[in-house]
């Protein structure tokens, strides 16, 4: 579970990850959704992970289903 504490630096973090997976792919570093690119949450023992082989989409609390950081 994500604390309350973390969910702002969590939300800001999942937009950042994305992003910067999205120059991976833009840059032909990697290709489709092959490589891994994380953030540690500040102050908190959390990290941010963009899945491997996952579809990349913005993240939209709306349809969060429950997925939660790696430890």
Do not use: C, F
Not at 48 to 56: A, D, H, N, S
């Amino acid at each position: 579970m994500i604390p309350r504490s973390a969910k702002p630096a969590v939300d800001k973090l999942r937009e950042q990850v994305a992003a910067l997976h999205a120059d991976l792919v833009r840059y032909e570093l990697v290709v489709w959704t092959a490589g891994n690119v994380s953030a540690r949450v500040p102050g908190h023992d959390l990290l941010v992970i963009k899945p491997q082989r996952g579809l990349l989409r913005r993240p939209d609390a709306r349809r969060d289903r429950g997925l939660r950081p790696a430890l």
